[in-house]
């Protein structure tokens, strides 16, 4: 044999080998002829069947084949029911001998080991919301060490559906399930219900609103949450899960005032009490608000308030007792939201078996955590997070562009605090909620799923999951900006309107479009940046899969294009704004018959028909005085050890946390000896542990001048500062031509530095 011969047959023996070597640390559980193949070891809840059912689905889709259920799957399923308090709803997954072994604690987390599975493959969870149809595979392989083990770190997780009226509702009885007015019927909670299992929630808050029937007298809808492992509860306003809008007649019942009409008030609530005896599949809110979202009737002064609610709880505790079981064994929640809070830190004797669940300002910024007492009561803490909002100062209803910063921060926040129990998003429709849903939903079952510093990353591998990773990457720094730009003011805010305004002055209590807050030059950056995001989000339309064309037109081009067209509409001349008007009516249009109409009534561009949305421009700001610079707060020249920034958060998408006694240092040079005014642009956090929020500035290791964030609820700064997400202050001050040093330094906790600017008086 030549030399040649002897060489090419060793160098073939050795890729045989290799070959070998790598089929053996690889396990192939589908072959590209065989179906997928499983196994049920045990006796499974009813979700399981449901998580099968879709897994099957989706194995159908990647394969072309159906699994089929024989004793000696590939996959081997088992669900236990005894299992240590921290694994409730956790599985796990590896390989032993040739088979993919899920086990599951209890039947939702058996339920998300297999719809792990799906992921694997390369299932998105909006395979149906989204209309993320997956890529196909002729093979499946998992590595022969693959192992996975996962638990939640909150306990309850899930989602309010809230101000449905121009969303899912009209949607649900108009087009997915044809049927009685005002319905959101069984089958579209079935598809709320199977999101949330693969997002790996397990709580529903209901809709609720007027003219949307109580779920409840939904034929079979608490039986379909059962069947999907889906706790039922229900909101702030609405006691031992009856939802008073649409339960509560007052015409036969009288008013709904504890104070005058006790026993009627009782007997609603032991009504429902009698059909919920499976306490396990319930969370009981308890207290009392007006029938809708106001204070309680009939006590005037807070001393009456406060000794009136008291009495609600401490009835409500032997109700549950006479009709459920024993309320320290029941999960409960008390709700201290808007007026609530006051009467609560008036001295309100709470169980301490009940889970106090703080709320955010409805703009994102939470108000209240659990101090180090509360931290230790055996209900815990939960939150109550807004996604999508209706009234003062203005209504976000139309998309969903809260910053993934801002709400990785504060439940980051909450968790750290020891709130673990219950955490809800309210979206008016989880479609267009997208990824901001999934952000909170990841960190509620991993806390350590996102850091401040990967969320860049985490969003960009979204988009890559969503549409492959070459869109996803193109993509990535056009939504980054798209959320930059809506954090300076959201499309819904952009004509500077406010609602729930005097009526006398205003028609329904609506401020009209006039004028707004940029000046020419900021209106053309702007619009000049929205162009910028549009032709990079047009222009990989091409690049994007024939079959997820519709999936990119809702989740991407449709925001994109419909606030490019509001800024256009609200900030061109009268022309181009009537021609911006027209395509949003032609975007959404076209929303609707996505999928040969699957989605027609989803998408309305004009929640409650608010000014803003109308075929209206602005007249824009006079010019106004340009700053020397603007700084980002990241750009520090010295920092404290526990600061740190916060990717997609903030003006700047970088906003800077400054924990309680730590600083910042800035170097700066001015050409000209004069007046001056330094603005800091914060993030408008509250003081979440009750106290005070408050930062100090000095300029050259001068006197420092203290400032606070503390905002009164609902005040008119606080609406400026949740409108344009900042908190602005400002000091003038003396300065000489030449260098100077800028030390801003936290006094309190929760204290985030976005930017900021010097100006030269004139």
């Known amino acids: 044999m030549s030399t040649i011969r002897r060489v090419c047959s060793t160098i073939l023996f050795l890729m045989l080998c290799q070959v070998g070597i790598l089929a053996k640390s690889q396990l192939v559980w589908f072959d590209g002829k065989n179906p997928i193949s499983y196994t049920l070891n045990t006796k499974t809840d009813p979700v399981v069947k449901i998580a099968l059912e879709m897994f099957c689905d989706d194995m159908r889709q990647v394969t072309g084949m159906t699994p089929r259920n024989q004793s000696k799957g590939t996959i081997q399923i088992t669900q236990q029911d005894r299992f240590a308090a921290h694994q409730k709803d956790g599985f796990e997954i590896y390989i032993k001998k040739g088979k993919i072994h899920v086990i599951g604690y209890g039947g939702r987390g058996t339920a998300y080991g297999i719809l792990e599975l799906s992921r694997l493959a390369g299932v998105s969870p909006w395979i149906w919301w989204g209309d993320i149809v997956p890529e196909k595979k002729e093979r499946l392989t998992l590595s022969a060490e693959y192992h996975t083990e996962q638990y939640p770190s909150v306990e309850y997780r899930g989602i309010f559906i809230n101000d449905e009226d121009w969303s899912i509702r009209p949607w649900s009885h108009k087009t997915f399930e044809k049927g009685m007015d005002g319905q959101i019927g069984v089958q579209t909670y079935k598809k709320i219900f199977q999101l949330l299992l693969r997002l790996r929630g397990n709580t529903i808050w209901p809709a609720m609103h007027e003219g949307t029937i109580a779920f409840f007298k939904v034929k079979g809808a608490k039986e379909m949450a059962d069947s999907c492992g889906i706790v039922v509860g229900t909101s702030h306003c609405e006691p031992l899960l009856r939802n008073n809008v649409g339960e509560w007649d007052q015409t036969t019942m009288g008013r709904f005032n504890y104070k005058t009409n006790r026993q009627r008030v009782h007997d609603y609530w ?115 997070y807004h996604l999508s909002y209706w009234g003062r100062p203005h209504d976000y209803l139309w998309l969903t562009t809260t910053q993934p910063g801002l709400i ?61 990773k070459e869109v996803g990457t193109q993509i990535f720094p056009a939504m980054q900006r798209f959320y930059q730009l809506c954090a300076e003011r959201r499309p819904e805010f952009t004509g500077f309107t406010q609602v729930e305004l005097d009526k006398k002055k205003y028609h329904r209590g609506l401020s009209p479009v006039t004028t707004v807050g940029w000046d020419r030059h900021e209106a053309d950056k702007r619009l000049s940046a929205f162009d910028d995001i549009k032709n990079i989000v047009t222009d990989n339309v091409s690049r994007v899969r024939p079959e997820l064309s519709d999936a990119y037109f809702a989740a991407i081009l449709y925001p994109v294009m419909a606030t490019n067209a509001m800024n256009r509409k609200i900030l061109g001349d009268s022309i181009e704004s009537h021609h911006a008007y027209e395509e949003i009516q032609a975007l959404t249009a076209r929303y609707g018959e996505l999928k040969d109409g699957k989605w027609r009534y989803l998408m309305d561009a004009s929640p409650r028909n608010l000014p803003v949305y109308q075929d209206v421009h602005a007249t824009l700001s006079p010019d106004k005085p340009q700053p020397l610079f603007v700084k980002d707060a990241s750009s520090f020249d010295q920092a404290s050890q526990g600061a740190h920034s916060i990717q997609m958060l903030g003006h700047s998408m970088n906003a800077v946390s400054l924990p309680k006694g730590d600083m910042l240092t800035y170097s700066f040079h001015v050409d000209t000896t004069g007046t001056y005014t330094l603005q800091t642009r914060m993030i408008p956090t509250h003081a979440v542990d009750a106290g005070d929020i408050r930062y100090s500035v000095s300029i050259d290791g001068g006197k420092p001048t203290i400032y606070t964030l503390k905002e009164p609820f609902r005040s008119e700064q606080w609406k400026q500062n949740v409108l344009r997400c900042q908190a602005i202050r400002n000091l003038e001050t003396s300065l000489s031509a030449g260098d100077h040093t800028l030390t801003i330094q936290a006094l309190d906790e929760h204290i985030l530095i976005d930017q900021w600017a010097l100006y030269l008086n004139r």
């Open 270 to 384: 032991t009504e429902r009490l009698k059909e919920v005896t499976d306490s396990h599949k319930y969370f009981f809110t308890i207290g009392m608000r007006g029938i809708h979202d106001s204070s309680m009737e009939g006590y005037t002064t807070p001393t009456e308030k406060f000794e009136g609610l008291q009495q609600v709880i401490n009835d409500q505790q032997q109700l549950l007792r006479q009709y459920v079981g024993d309320p320290s064994s029941l999960a409960q929640m008390f709700v201290p939201y808007k007026e609530v809070l006051q009467l609560y830190e008036m001295g309100l004797k709470v169980p301490e078996y009940v889970t106090l669940m703080w709320c955010d300002d409805n703009y994102g910024y939470i108000t209240r955590f659990s101090d180090k007492q509360e931290q230790l009561r055996k209900g815990g803490g939960g939150v109550y």
């Open 408 to 468: 990785y921060n504060e439940m980051r926040q909450a968790y750290d605090h020891q709130v673990r129990k219950i955490w809800i998003a309210n979206v008016h429709d989880p479609k267009v909620a997208g990824y901001d849903l999934e952000l909170f939903l990841d960190m509620a079952w991993d806390i350590h799923s996102v850091s401040a510093s990967t969320l860049n990353n985490h969003y960009k591998n979204w988009l890559c999951r969503q549409f492959g």
